[in-house]
């Protein structure tokens, strides 16, 4: 396989870092994490800028770009924060859902304006007592007439809160089936009555915000459910991959940012008349970040490419997934411990990255389930 960019990647990579650079410079994203805003003015020149559409397929008014280009888009992005590419990536995994699942109309309805910047994507599935167990989801959806009522609640639904945004609902719609085989999905406009969205406290990812769904008696249409009734989890399950390798290119770019301001940070600090960076300890730490992020960039460029052949990847993608998220773990804690008293100030980004850091060994799939998906596939390497 061939990691070296063509001339399309790499013009797209510069135009984007070009973009955040005008756009998103450290002291505005600052104020943003400060504040708990993801500004809409932002998002609606992502959309203009072309960035939501890649992420839509061309028959719906995207241009659905292959993966190998949407996680350079969202890596540079991601140098600024996780949360900005985030709110992009919400929306692939949402278009992604619809154009292999939804009916014709609801594709032609909902993701042209997707692609737009007109409406927004979130994805609502775990609930207060279920996390990895996702498919013990309690929410209930019962049938009345020629509507669906639904009743339950959810938690950390990502971005659930964006003005103009309808939620992608995980609901029980036959409690006598086993788990997976009662579970459907439903578009939830998140401004529907009795739908009440409670944004989370969190240590961070203030930008973008989780939050609690709470839904009392919410009606929605016959025609709001995706991809029929009790056909949910093949929906939620079927492109799990994409959602990984995502996960792992926004993880990426705030890996990049943070060696490369630890770096910065090491050869600018003098201490007994030299440069930080010189002496053997602090020389040893940036070695291991800059390998491990050099290794995550390959993992994640790899399950990428496996995804664009039409390989199986569900293994590499849990691997990228795995081993981005836990590197970024390891980088960030690595840079406050460089930086010193310097890092446990608002002075520098390193906290926020720290900060940020912490959520990504968890969601998404925490790293034990990466781990278990990986070890059903063991026999593969054993040669």
Not at 311 to 339: D, H, N, W, Y
Request: one cysteine or more; a negative charge; glycine letters at 10%.
């Amino acid at each position: 396989m061939d990691f070296s960019q063509s001339d399309t990647e790499r013009l797209i990579q510069e135009q984007t870092a070009a973009f955040v650079a005008r756009r998103c410079p450290r002291d505005q994203v600052r104020k943003w994490d400060e504040d708990g805003v993801f500004p809409e003015d932002l998002y609606q020149e992502m959309a203009r800028a072309g960035y939501v559409g890649m992420f839509v397929p061309e028959t719906y008014g995207g241009t659905g770009n292959p993966m190998a280009e949407c996680i350079l888009v969202l890596q540079e992005f991601g140098r600024m924060s996780v949360d900005l590419p985030t709110r992009l990536a919400l929306q692939a995994w949402g278009a992604a859902i619809l154009a292999n699942s939804g009916s014709k109309a609801q594709c032609e309805s909902i993701l042209p304006r997707v692609a737009s910047g007109e409406t927004k994507l979130s994805f609502s599935l775990t609930e207060p007592e279920t996390g990895s167990d996702a498919a013990g989801l309690k929410t209930r959806a019962r049938r009345d007439g020629d509507d669906w009522v639904l009743n339950g609640q959810k938690v950390y639904s990502t971005g659930a809160q964006a003005k103009d945004n309808v939620m992608i609902l995980a609901a029980r719609t036959d409690p006598e089936a086993k788990k997976r085989d009662g579970i459907s999905l439903f578009l939830v406009p998140n401004d529907a009555p009795g739908v009440t969205v409670t944004r989370m406290k969190t240590v961070g990812r203030h930008i973008i915000g989780t939050n609690e769904v709470f839904l009392s008696d919410v009606r929605v249409p016959a025609d709001a459910i995706v991809g029929g009734e009790n056909k949910g989890w093949a929906a939620i399950t079927a492109h799990l991959e994409r959602e990984r390798i995502m996960l792992a290119a926004n993880y990426m770019g705030c890996a990049l940012c943070a060696l490369g301001d630890a770096i910065a940070y090491a050869g600018e600090r003098n201490q007994f008349g030299r440069p930080i960076r010189d002496f053997q300890a602090i020389k040893h730490m940036l070695s291991e970040m800059t390998t491990d992020v050099e290794a995550g960039r390959w993992l994640t460029q790899n399950a990428a490419w496996r995804y664009d052949q039409g390989f199986p990847c569900a293994t590499e993608a849990s691997m990228a997934k795995l081993f981005v998220s836990e590197m970024l773990a390891r980088v960030t804690t690595q840079g406050m411990q460089i930086l010193g008293g310097a890092a446990y100030t608002y002075d520098h980004d390193m906290q926020r990255h720290w900060r940020d850091a912490r959520n990504g060994t968890v969601g998404g799939g925490t790293s034990q389930i990466q781990k278990e998906l990986i070890g059903r596939d063991l026999d593969r390497w054993a040669n």
